[in-house]
């Protein structure tokens, strides 16, 4: 296999297990959304009904429940990327994941209390701190969930059959790799923040040049998006929320300091008829209208766009979690399901889509646009756009719609284009024999395995979502006529010693079907 086949393949693999936490995330976020929205204070005074005490116990419940989960991403991260990407033991991987979540944050915490930069409670979320499982630590976010799970897979691939000296012999093979994974976690724990504070101290620089008209508008869109998959969007929209670096205001005769107060002030003290309501604008242009125009249009056109693009057998497949991917922000405001699809996998693709965002936010400030709060859900825009007086709302669909469209088409061609791998791209033309139809999976197992040379020429199973990977000792002893007895609708070699075996989205069905064959066998001799 050549090199450059070798980093496709990783790569895949790595895309492919970032749908694990990205299909938990984004029903659980869809909740998450609504109920928050639900219990919000404004949205009571609007609908007096919401404040029964019975639905509002409920409401809060489900979203406490829901939250629990988004709080602790980084780990849905570490141990769908440690499951993902392993090719041998997957769940010493995600026990070694874990574990090196722990420790890097609290190797962080260490490191931050050793050389003074521990912040205190009402510091740390501007200088990129927070509370991470009881431990106060850099905010690394999804950022160090994936490098926990990259690192106990490489790790757990690499020493899982390791032999120590018999002394230490009851360390050896599976046990010895959440112990090397504590040791190379304390040094990338080390290494991380020296560098980190530097990053941190940039953004505080920076953030002095974002009040500087339209430019500044579309700088904080870029900074916002590109810095989400590095936790840092977080430090960056404290500074412009609630320090000097997002502007001081003078309002009814008092000094606010940050965007966040001064909005305050205006949409639930002064209200629309008082002056400083023409202020609205110069703050919400760095509030939730730029995360309306991701949420309400780009998104559900990134979601067209995959759907349309992906291949016909694989539609039914794939429409309910592109669906949930859209519906997520739409209701809740969470858009990392959908950003993290396309994000590591198409790179470039996402600095397009960070750009268009950023260029709509710079349309809205031109027209005057001051719709919004925190949040770009759609009863926010309901709410804040609607209900509000001269918000000139409206500008949202003048702005939004043609994003979308160009959102749709760009997108569309470069998945097709550059075949990018997203949700729903694998083969199309599927035809299910007998066996497949009436599940029997086992069957096709043992079919599977007899044509490709039996137990003793595999080297590894993996699937993808329609395909069947398998790593072979000689691809040259496979019989294809057998195989096609299988129910395959196709049967491919991209690799020397490497096959794909084409079964639709049943196909981790037949995976697990012929691991348990193969343990079956292994343990019958």
Known sequence: MTKRRQFSEKIQRFGRSLLLPIAVMAPVGMVLGLTGALVQGYMIERVPFLGN????????????????????????????????????????????????YLILNATINVWLKSTGNLASADEMAQVGQGMILGIQTLRLDVLGGIISGLLASWLADKYNEVQLPIAFAFFSGTKFVPIITIAATIVIGLIIPFFWQFVTRGLISMSSIILSGYIGVFLNIVMIRLLIPFGLHHVWSAMLRFTPAGGTYMIAGESFTGVLPALNKILFDLGPTHESWEMVPELTRF??????????????AIGLAMYRSSYAKNKPFVKGIIITMVLT???????????????????????????????????????????????????????????????????????????????????????????????????????????????????????????????KNIIN???????????????????????????????????????HIVFGPNVEFVKNAVEHELKGELESN
């Not at 989960?69 to 499951?83: E, H, Q």
Request: aromatic share 14%.
């Open 287 to 300: 509030m939730a209208q730029n995360q309306m125009l991701v949420t309400l249009f780009m998104i559900p």
């Open 53 to 100: 005490e019975f639905l509002q116990t409920i409401l809060i419940g489900l979203r406490n429940i829901a939250d629990v989960i988004f709080g602790n991403i980084p780990i849905l991260f570490a141990m769908g990327v440690a499951y993902g990407v392993t090719k041998k033991d997957k769940g010493i991987a995600v026990f070694s994941s874990i574990i090196s």
């Open 461 to 499: 199973v993996e699937n993808c979502v329609t395909r069947l990977r398998i790593d072979l000792k000689d691809m040259h002893i496979v019989n294809k006529e057998r195989l096609k007895e299988s129910g395959t609708s196709g049967i491919f070699f991209p690799a020397k010693n490497h096959i």
């Open 329 to 455: 922000p739409f209701l809740g405001n969470i858009t990392e399901p959908m950003e993290f699809s396309f994000l590591f996998i198409a790179p470039l693709l996402y600095i397009w889509y960070v750009f268009l965002a950023a260029f709509g936010a710079v349309v809205l400030a031109l027209l005057g646009t001051g719709v919004g709060y925190i949040r770009g859900t759609i009863f926010d825009f309901a709410i804040f756009g609607l209900m509000y007086e001269n918000t000139k709302w409206y500008n949202l669909f003048i702005v939004g719609i043609p994003l979308a469209l160009i959102t749709y088409f760009s997108f569309s061609w470069a998945i097709k284009k550059f075949n990018i791998p997203t949700p729903g791209r694998e083969e199309d033309e599927l035809e299910y024999n007998t066996l497949l139809k009436e599940r029997k999976y086992n069957e096709v197992a043992k079919i599977v395995i007899e044509a490709i040379g039996g137990r």
